[in-house]
Structures are given as C-alpha cells and as structure tokens.
C-alpha cells in the first residue's frame, strides 16, 4: 500500500513563526502535492512538485514556499505565519505516468496560528 | 479561470436511499475526472474516468462521465450510515488534480 506520512497531525504556531510541514511518500512516486482544505472552500493547491527540485506554484502560492531535495520528500514552508494560514493541510503523491493520475493523501496536518 | 462546481453542498437522506451526486468542470488541458470519498482524514480514491458514456462500478457506487457536456455523476444506491462522507470531484488537468467544494453526504438510521 502507498503510504504518505505528514510529520504532525496538530500544529499550533505563533504569528510571525517560521512553519516547516514535512510529507514522505515510500512509493517512489514523481509528483507531489500540498493541498489546504477550508470549509466550504474545498481543496485548493498551494504548490505541486513533478520532479526533485522541481516546483510549480499551485492557485494560491502566497505566503509558502516549498522544498524537493529527495524523491521522496516534499515540504511546505510558511515563513512567516499568519492567522489566515489556519488551516488543515494535505500532502498527496502520484505516480506520474501516463493517465495513472490518481493521487494518495496523507492524513492532513491541522495547523492553528495564533 | 477553472472551475468545479458540485452539488448539492448538502444532502441528508435515510438509510437505503439512493442518491446522486453531480460534479460540473470546466478545466483547461482535462485527461480525466477523480472522485474521492473524505470521512475524518485523508480522502481516498473511488473512481477515475477517463472515457464518456462508460459507467464504473464499485459496489453500490457508480459513476459515469460526459466529455461533451462537461459533467459526471456519482450514485450511491442502498445507502448506508458508513457512507456519510464528503465527496469530492477532481478534474485532472495535465496531473494535477482541481478539486470541488465536495458534496456532503448524512445518511441517517
């Protein structure tokens, strides 16, 4: 089975705090995801990754960057935390190829900025 | 701009009802069409279509995809209280997949 692993399940940060959220893929996946869910906003992409150190702006890139030194690793980074940026966070990975586009989640990271 | 719009938002039905769940898109570069199931964590996969007209099924679920109208359905029949969820469309569009708000689906006993 593919397993995606987000470091945290529950985050609580300061304003003005750099974030590090982490995911790991162990399927060798080539693309990569972050996602934040909000409340009748559904899922809205924030950065995508097809390749190591490779990265692509999402719909709302504002205020994160990201990070792809391995394979199997994908970053989101928020560098100076607000509270707008309370959220829940999606990791995803897919294979890559062809029309095999389905992606797996990880279990989410809920973040609180205070 | 892309745009998925599902609906209902909301659906409240009894156990053993049918229901049907739409999903609208209008994307740019589409290859396909995902739909998720989300209870309390990570969504996981259902379907992907690919093809118009060609009904996939799973159980009591199925779904079916119209390239030309630009829509796909999503049905549950028999339902029961282990399918309340919110479910999700998700346009592929060159690999990365643009979500729906979702339908959120109560079966009640």
């Known amino acids: 089975d593919v397993k995606v692993t987000q470091s945290s399940r529950y985050l609580v940060k300061r304003t003005g705090e750099k974030v590090f959220l982490e995911c790991v893929q162990d399927?060798?996946?080539?693309?990569m995801f972050w996602y934040r869910q909000d409340p009748g906003l559904g899922l809205r992409l924030i950065y995508f990754?097809?390749?190591?150190?490779?990265?692509e702006k999402g719909d709302i890139p504002e205020g994160y960057s990201v990070s792809r030194e391995k394979k199997e690793r994908f970053s989101l980074i928020l560098e100076s935390a607000s509270t707008n940026q309370t959220s829940m966070y999606l990791c995803?990975?897919?294979?890559?190829?062809?029309?095999?586009?389905?992606?797996?989640f990880g279990q989410g990271t809920r973040l609180t900025v205070v | 701009e892309d745009k998925v719009v599902q609906s209902p938002l909301s659906l409240v039905v009894h156990e053993g009802d049918t229901v049907t769940l739409n999903c609208s898109y209008e994307?740019?570069?589409?290859?396909?069409l995902l739909w998720y199931k989300q209870e309390k964590k990570a969504p996981t996969f259902l379907f992907m279509l690919?093809?118009?007209?060609i009904e996939k099924k799973s159980g009591r679920l199925s779904s079916i995809l119209d390239k030309k109208e630009l829509f796909s359905i999503l049905n549950i029949t028999a339902t029961q209280t282990g399918d309340s969820a919110v479910y999700l469309c998700?346009?592929?569009?060159?690999?990365?997949?643009?979500f729906g708000q979702g339908t959120r689906l109560t079966i009640n006993p």
């Open positions: 995803a990975s897919s294979l890559g190829s062809g029309f095999r586009t389905e992606a797996f």
């Open positions: 399927m060798d996946h080539e693309n």
């Open positions: 990754s097809y390749d190591v150190k490779m990265k």
């Open positions: 994307v740019t570069n589409f290859r396909s």
């Open positions: 690919t093809s118009s007209g």
């Open positions: 998700a346009p592929d569009q060159a690999q990365k997949l643009v």
